[in-house]
């Protein structure tokens, strides 16, 4: 497991990042970025091999987002 703070990769994403959201189960992370309206869907599974997996289009201009732990549905 990498340290606290430091970098294990660099990926490009969208414009306008809002939040960060971290889904443990799916060991996912998803960052809904408005300006493009693109929800980057990336996965963090294996250290070694971050990479995204998704970019869905979404409503430009959005900012925020959010996971429902019942059906794991974002």
Same mark, same amino acid.
């Given at each position: 497991?990498? %340290?606290p $703070? %430091?970098e294990? #990769? *660099?990926?490009k +994403?969208a414009? $306008?990042?809002d939040?960060?959201i971290?889904?443990a *189960? $799916? =060991?996912?992370?998803?960052?809904?970025? $408005?300006?493009?309206g693109?929800?980057?869907i990336?996965?963090?599974?294996d %250290?070694?091999? +971050? #990479?995204p997996v998704h970019d869905p #289009?979404? =409503? =430009?201009g959005? %900012? *925020?987002?959010t996971i429902d732990?019942?059906?794991a549905?974002?």
């Amino acid at each position: 497991m990498p %340290r606290p $703070g %430091r970098e294990v #990769a *660099t990926i490009k +994403i969208a414009k $306008g990042p809002d939040t960060l959201i971290y889904d443990a *189960t $799916g =060991q996912l992370v998803l960052i809904p970025c $408005g300006i493009d309206g693109i929800l980057e869907i990336i996965s963090v599974a294996d %250290r070694d091999k +971050i #990479a995204p997996v998704h970019d869905p #289009a979404t =409503q =430009q201009g959005s %900012r *925020t987002g959010t996971i429902d732990r019942a059906t794991a549905s974002i």
